[in-house]
């Protein structure tokens, strides 16, 4: 039985899990209404840091087409209950895994650094708050092929709609920080490689009348999502897909952001391409310079930035992204990161990193992991081979022609293809992949989703008439079953 979610994103888990108790009542008073109930045990693969017994579930049924279950859906809610009639094909169990392999349908994109002499990266489109599907990035950038890649904002009440859920490098300029040590996706793209890092963020702002530490950017104060972040609530943990708070914040924005920063109550400083405070305003919201930057406080922070940004002061920003060894990670224009999570191949082995990445949510019953972890979804996943070559994969979901990936199978597959390193990237009615001007796959949602501009872009500088001469050019599987 699943429980509706009231959450806005289509790709949100429903509560479908509980107690073995509480899934027996269900399953009892459905057959005094009538309905032929059963309770399931749920076991999940083992992960690296999860998975095994995750709950109990009640079902009803067993039905050759959706259409079929009707009359049963009927009684179901008749007795009070939600329900909806699901294909068990994707369900991600620990039996379902071993004894059935898909059908699944991939889009493989393979940059070998040796032979393609175009530029990997990533886009974000004209600015960071707007969403836009990977084909219009696509064919913007006059791209070769491009899939979707990071997590964004989906919905307005937990930040910039489109804003990147974790760390995003563009052009080299670091325009969103990192989720806590999430994995993320770097990319050279001065020599087509890429490379899987654990990054964290560091910053602060600093004048003749001190310093101060720099939470975020280029994203709405307060307004955390995936949390991870220094005094978030109500965890500075990572935590997929919840939006975490935080009333006291110092934001920079930089002109990429949009038009105009949020606005609200605060303070917000206006700093030029010299690092002058220009204004100082009592409330946020504003336009920020070229070549400059913006700085909003909130909360205990408005006094802070108020006596270290008078107008006319030198305000300097020190952002960067650290390394696993603490090291500052050089950026240049080449240079691209994007977020993603968890990761799924280290070393050549699967090493799916859930808890630790934030795909575990506490007390809920494990219905979250249930959904997002456990069972088969459409997926994007990316990582690099042992001869050095970036990989970009998608695999279609929740339809009979393909059933999508659990994480687990998703790292198999990972290391089928050949992957040394691979992590998870947005999946989903986001995962599309794009190659000569068209989609090349079956997005879930029956058509290609906007998203967050966090789409990887080959640019081509030649032509060729021999398509296998052309690395970077997709390779579309048959169905694996």
Not at 345 to 373: E, I, L, Q
Request: proline fraction near 6%; charge should be negative; include cysteine.
């Amino acid at each position: 039985m699943a429980i509706p979610s009231d959450s806005p994103d289509p790709d949100a888990p429903t509560s479908a899990l509980s107690s073995q108790a509480t899934a027996q009542r269900t399953a009892d008073k459905l057959k005094a209404a009538g309905v032929d109930a059963r309770v399931e045990h749920v076991q999940s693969p083992q992960l690296a840091d999860a998975g095994g017994d995750l709950g109990f579930r009640a079902r009803a049924g067993h039905f050759a087409a959706q259409a079929d279950g009707a009359s049963v859906v009927a009684k179901i809610k008749a007795a009070g209950f939600a329900s909806s009639v699901i294909y068990t094909g994707w369900d991600g169990d620990s039996e379902t895994s071993t004894k059935t392999r898909g059908p699944w349908n991939l889009d493989v994109i393979t940059i070998d650094p040796r032979k393609y002499d175009g530029q990997l990266a990533a886009s974000f489109g004209p600015d960071l708050e707007k969403r836009e599907t990977t084909s219009q990035l696509a064919a913007d950038a006059h791209a070769i092929a491009a899939v979707n890649a990071g997590f964004f904002v989906f919905d307005p009440k937990a930040g910039a709609e489109g804003d990147p859920a974790g760390v995003g490098v563009y052009g080299g300029r670091i325009l969103s920080e990192a989720v806590a040590d999430r994995p993320a996706l770097v990319i050279d793209g001065k020599k087509n490689a890429s490379s899987i890092q654990r990054l964290t963020w560091s910053g602060k702002i600093a004048s003749s009348a001190g310093e101060a530490a720099l939470d975020g950017i280029d994203r709405v104060p307060g307004l955390i999502r995936n949390c991870g972040g220094a005094n978030d609530l109500p965890t500075s943990g990572p935590l997929q897909d919840v939006t975490c708070t935080n009333s006291s914040e110092l934001v920079t924005f930089t002109p990429e952001f949009g038009p105009a920063t949020p606005a609200g109550p605060g303070l917000e400083v206006t700093v030029d391409s010299k690092d002058t405070v220009t204004s100082v305003a009592e409330t946020r919201g504003a336009a920020v310079p070229a070549g400059g930057h913006t700085i909003q406080a909130t909360g205990t922070d408005v006094a802070r930035l108020r006596a270290l940004a008078p107008l006319g002061a030198k305000l300097k920003i020190d952002a960067g992204l650290l390394g696993q060894d603490g090291k500052p990670l050089h950026t240049d224009k080449a240079t691209s990161v994007v977020n993603g999570g968890p990761l799924l191949v280290k070393d050549g082995s699967v090493d799916v990193t859930a808890r630790h990445d934030g795909m575990v949510h506490p007390n809920d019953g494990n219905s979250f992991y249930y959904g997002w972890v456990h069972k088969r979804n459409p997926r994007t996943f990316a990582g690099t081979d042992a001869q050095g070559r970036t990989m970009l994969v998608t695999a279609d979901g929740r339809s009979t022609a393909s059933l999508g990936l659990s994480l687990k199978e998703e790292a198999d597959v990972a290391v089928s293809l050949g992957m040394v390193q691979a992590m998870n990237l947005d999946g989903g009615g986001s995962t599309t992949a794009v190659a000569e001007g068209r989609v090349q796959n079956s997005p879930s949602g029956g058509s290609e989703r906007a998203v967050g501009m966090r789409s990887w872009y080959f640019p081509p500088v030649r032509t060729t008439s021999r398509a296998e001469d052309v690395p970077g050019e997709p390779a579309r599987s048959s169905p694996v079953s």
